[in-house]
């Protein structure tokens, strides 16, 4: 057994969990740019956006889980996308408390033309790794994924 003072040094650049939040962090940003550039948006608007185009209605609540952002967060984005017309709230019909979220046609477009530069990045992330670099990369998020899951 190796006793604290024996421990070897952690060499935080070569640690799997900061060395994954960095490149993470780092893509984020990357794209963070375009979106940014092209329509002004902040990354919880564009979450907001890209979950509410995936699923076509959805909570603010069921948008804070899915895209793992605070409630406050997803408030701001929410009242942002409204502010320009591309969100609309509808009360549940079922549940006057719950307010169902959707894209209104302008919102869509946007969504429309971010998905198609969201998939450009992504091609062009990608190409960087050659075939065998992103069959490992999808299968060991994959691993990760499954095992942040099961807790």
């Not at 605070?70 to 009360?91: F, G, N, P």
Request: charged letters at 30%; a positive charge.
């Amino acid at each position: 057994m190796i006793r604290d003072e024996e421990a070897p040094p952690l060499v935080l650049e070569n640690f799997i969990p900061y060395r994954l939040n960095k490149a993470a962090e780092a893509v984020s940003q990357r794209f963070a740019r375009l979106y940014r550039e092209q329509y002004g948006l902040t990354r919880p608007e564009w979450r907001t956006l890209a979950t509410l185009g995936q699923f076509g209605t959805a909570t603010a609540t069921v948008i804070g889980t899915h895209s793992s952002m605070h409630k406050t967060k997803v408030s701001r984005a929410v009242l942002a996308l409204e502010k320009r017309r591309w969100l609309r709230r509808k009360r549940d019909g079922s549940d006057r408390r719950i307010e169902n979220l959707e894209l209104t046609s302008a919102g869509r477009k946007a969504y429309a033309e971010l998905a198609k530069v969201a998939h450009q990045f992504e091609t062009e992330l990608l190409a960087h790794l050659g075939k065998r670099g992103e069959s490992g990369l999808i299968a060991g998020l994959a691993a990760l994924e499954r095992l942040h899951d099961s807790r």
